[in-house]
């Protein structure tokens, strides 16, 4: 894969909360190491913000999307070996490390990257409705480039999971076309794009890219773009995957280089220490090859840190988490997806008896969709054991959005039944939309303030958002109303 592309994507990721950096060093001599790219920039303050004038000011909150594919629709796409673990490696280290919120990081993974996916949550739904102008904003792509030769207008292209490579034009994504909507529709200063992707790699599985001529130049990009790019090569070089472990050299690297120094490590010196260990790793386990990665930035400001703490994070209001889909942070967690229940979907109009109040039960008004409870008309959970909540844990539905619609069909022809309004939410939970759940439980504890599995899925509704005191209080009130819950339960996913 060509270094430059992943060079781009690295950039606009650090412009997001890093230095700025001044443009790339002259050309290295084929066969000789090439300098590290250097920056020209004031010092950043010693409690790690920018000083509060211009584009010095404080970072106010950070946010990040990350794509990784490696596994295309098209057989004419060779597949990616590690191009999601980067992915994955590189989300996991923004929110573990980096001081990013988990909920302020988006994550799209092989199938879900398509090439209206990735738009849409770059210019429609998420970045674009939440980031502002003093916030950091970080782009990763790992993929597959596509060279300016391949496009009758020379054009280059990203390379999503649906993309057709005789057709990029309307199935690919133009990368100068992401830079215009973050400039038009993303209104940040700080925007950061790490490219590791390019267009001049081999199609031998081990090199990014599906043909062996140019690649984005990181130049022309940062400047049109007004912010930081970092590619993982030069525009006749390719982006190698590793022979030593399983990552992309140019990511690997990245990180180890923004991790050397904590989290005040700047984004220049991350790149400068990444620079070297590249070109001597590419140099000695792909004899005669070279990987050199670029770094250029139209940034004007203080040196930008991509760890550096936010000063005003707000929480994603649940109108915009309503809107959003689920994206892959299941897999980028580790956290296995949520299983296909085999159970058939129920239809109100065929089987309205599915949806009818409960006529027997230890528990008044308890239907079918009712948390179950055990004889004593406790909760069904072991009080020894710990609860972990998870979306699966309140519904696995197989078709959840038709039975959303059935269940809002059956709620207002039983509009005096609490449980079909607590379906409505777990179904909305499973789906990702916490926020319309939230209102849904909210509505129901009105008229049901006992019972605790309705507090349970509202506390997971607001641990998802960000609202971890009022999820503990939600928690505390289901174990009062009910002993024999656990007494550690948890949020899971």
């Known amino acids: 894969m060509n270094s430059s592309i992943k060079t781009l994507v690295a950039i606009t990721l650090l412009l997001s909360g890093l230095p700025s950096f001044a443009a790339e060093s002259a050309s290295t001599p084929a066969g000789a190491t090439a300098a590290p790219t250097t920056t020209t920039s004031s010092s950043s303050p010693a409690s790690g913000q920018a000083l509060a004038d211009g584009v010095n000011k404080p970072v106010r909150d950070k946010w990040a ?11 004419k796409i060779p597949k990616l ?23 302020h990081v988006r994550i799209l993974l092989d199938g879900k990257a398509t090439q209206r996916r990735i738009m ?9 409705r939440l980031a502002r102008p003093d916030d950091m904003i970080v782009l990763f792509f790992s993929t597959h480039g596509s060279p300016s030769q391949m496009d009758i207008r020379g054009r280059n292209y990203i390379v999503a999971a649906d993309s057709d490579p005789e057709d990029l034009f309307a199935t690919g994504i133009e990368m100068q076309k992401v830079l215009e909507s973050i400039q038009s529709r993303v209104l940040s200063d700080r925007v950061l794009l790490v490219m590791d992707a390019c267009h001049s790699g081999s199609v031998s599985g081990e090199g990014k890219g599906i043909a062996r001529t140019g690649n984005f130049d990181a130049e022309v990009l940062a400047a049109g773009s007004g912010q930081m790019v970092i590619c993982s090569s030069k525009p006749d070089e390719q982006s190698w995957e590793s022979k030593r472990y399983q990552n992309g050299v140019f990511t690997k690297n990245l990180l180890d280089g923004l991790r050397s120094g904590g989290s005040s490590t700047s984004i220049a010196k991350a790149f400068e220490t990444a620079q070297s260990s590249i070109q001597n790793e590419v140099k000695e386990d792909h004899p005669g090859a070279r990987q050199t990665p670029v770094l250029h930035s139209k940034w004007s400001g203080n040196e930008l840190l991509l760890a550096i703490k936010p000063v005003a994070p707000e929480r994603i209001p649940p109108t915009v988490f309503e809107d959003l889909d689920l994206d892959s942070t299941d897999v980028a967690t580790g956290v296995a997806p ?156």
């Open 65 to 75: 999307l990350i794509v990784g594919i490696g596994d295309f629709n098209s057989d």
């Open 81 to 103: 070996k590690y191009a999601t673990k980067d992915a994955r490696d590189f989300y996991n280290y923004l929110i573990k490390e980096a001081n990013f919120a988990p909920d």
């Open 120 to 128: 849409s949550e770059l210019g429609s739904k998420f970045l674009a």
């Open 338 to 493: 949520v299983k296909k229940a085999s159970k058939p979907v129920k239809n109100p109009e065929k089987n309205p008896e599915d949806f009818a109040p409960a006529t027997s039960g230890s528990r008044a008004n308890t239907g079918s969709y009712a948390p179950r409870y055990s004889a004593e008309g406790a909760a069904a959970e072991d009080s020894d054991k710990k609860l972990v909540l998870t979306r699966a844990y309140f519904s696995n539905d197989p078709t959840p959005e038709k039975s959303y619609q059935y269940a809002c069909e059956a709620s207002g022809a039983n509009f005096n039944n609490t449980d079909l309004y607590y379906r409505k939410a777990a179904l909305l939970i499973q789906m990702g939309k916490y926020g319309k759940a939230m209102q849904q439980l909210t509505d129901v504890l009105v008229d049901d303030p006992n019972n605790e599995h309705y507090r349970l899925a509202r506390a997971f509704c607001f641990a998802k958002q960000g609202m971890r005191a009022l999820a503990a209080e939600d928690i505390r009130t289901a174990q009062f109303k009910n002993p024999k819950l656990p007494t550690k339960i948890e949020i899971g996913d």
